[in-house]
């Protein structure tokens, strides 16, 4: 496996190549925002993005979620988005994708190629079109698709991470889970997902005043509500607990987990507060005490929302779940660490970071640290921009 690569801030400037002209990019994905958003297609587009601003020419392949093609900017990026005829689970199915993706290498020298895996029809795609230009993987987690497409796709993954010169994955404990790259370790770097810069500017003081007033001590949860992001564990761990809860986001569990704080006789101090916006987000993290991610599947292969918490200073709860979880939240330096589905040691560690507000503003100034020495998008962008160079 390689190392980081290193890298000089400066060139985020004049990302060129030797001909002195932009560096040409076709980033491959599955979605973009904001028709939809995800962790991986919030990931593509700020990396799309900010390589954008760094200088590089920068174009994105995805489905549509509306059923129609459709070319756009935005932040500097050009969105083609390809029409899609039906879905198989999570899968859109497109026949014009792979007939995009050629007329698009033929019509423009790219580079770069950037697949972001996984999307089963991006990914066939590549392995299919002729690319004349580096192609670079970022493997995001371990998705089988569907117990149907597993067997059949294997054989096609394995050509395409052959025909790769670059794979990044964004942590040591993804690559370490991921079977597919067992023979292919000679090409992978490991590059992590970045928090940009707004995320360290400090908010409205008078702003998180007023939520450390409505909410009082509160543990403060962001994410899609459902099942495998462990909202449930996190509300069972605070029943017995002298703070409040407070989660933001909306998903199929939001009913369900309103009735279980019912029932545990809590609802006067869990509160649900919906989607929010980035402003008032960042209000939330700074307001909170404690940020915890309770998630229980695997699924959660990183969690950028740790880094976002940590930007804001403060100490973040995690769960074991080999990925990159861990990778970011560091046990005993930057948070702490709990089991999955352990609802005794997710309230034991909610307790001891309430009850020792030194070890917790420790936590907390060690966490804004590592964010910004090693997740700050200017450092993450520059490790990928010296990848495509190399």
């Not at 990396?47 to 070319?71: E, F, I, K, P, Y």
């Not at 936590?363 to 964010?371: D, E, Q, T, V, Y």
């Amino acid at each position: 496996m390689k190392g980081d690569v290193a890298f000089d801030t400066k060139i985020m400037s004049r990302s060129t190549d030797i001909d002195s002209r932009p560096i040409r990019v076709l980033m491959v994905g599955k979605f973009y925002p904001p028709q939809y958003v995800g962790g991986i297609e919030y990931s593509l587009q700020e990396t799309a993005s900010g390589l954008a601003r760094s200088g590089l020419d920068v174009d994105v392949v995805v489905s549509s979620r509306d059923g129609h093609s459709s070319t756009e900017e935005i932040d500097g990026v050009t969105v083609h988005r390809v029409k899609r005829i039906s879905n198989i689970g999570s899968v859109p199915i497109s026949l014009h994708y792979p007939l995009k993706l050629r007329q698009m290498l033929k019509e423009k020298h790219y580079d770069v190629v950037h697949l972001h895996y996984p999307y089963a029809i991006g990914e066939l795609s590549c392995l299919f079109n002729k690319i004349n230009a580096k192609l670079v993987i970022t493997y995001h987690m371990n998705s089988e698709y569907t117990k149907l497409l597993k067997k059949p796709l294997i054989p096609f993954m394995n050509g395409l991470l052959r025909k790769a010169d670059h794979i990044i994955v964004s942590s040591d404990n993804l690559l370490n889970s991921a079977k597919h790259l067992n023979n292919y370790r000679d090409k992978c770097t490991v590059i992590p997902l970045s928090v940009k810069d707004e995320w360290f500017e400090a908010p409205s003081l008078e702003a998180v005043a007023a939520l450390k007033t409505e909410y009082g001590p509160f543990v403060f949860f962001a994410g899609r509500l459902f099942k495998t992001k462990g909202a449930r564990i996190l509300i069972e761990a605070v029943r017995n607990l002298d703070c409040n809860l407070v989660l933001a986001g909306e998903g199929p569990e939001l009913e369900s987990l309103k009735s279980l704080a019912d029932n545990l006789d809590i609802s006067d101090r869990v509160f649900f507060v919906g989607s929010q916006e980035k402003k008032r987000l960042k209000e939330f993290y700074n307001a909170s005490e404690i940020f915890c991610l309770p998630s229980i599947s695997n699924q959660e292969s990183f969690g950028l929302v740790l880094l976002e918490a940590m930007a804001a200073g403060k100490p973040v709860i995690s769960t074991e779940l080999g990925t990159g979880t861990t990778y970011i939240n560091q046990h005993g330096e930057t948070g702490l660490v709990v089991k999955p589905e352990d609802v005794d040691m997710l309230e034991d560690a909610i307790r001891r970071l309430m009850a020792d507000e030194v070890y917790r503003l420790k936590l907390g100034r060690n966490a804004l640290k590592r964010a910004d020495e090693i997740f700050r998008e200017d450092v993450v962008l520059g490790h990928i921009i010296e990848l495509y160079k190399s």
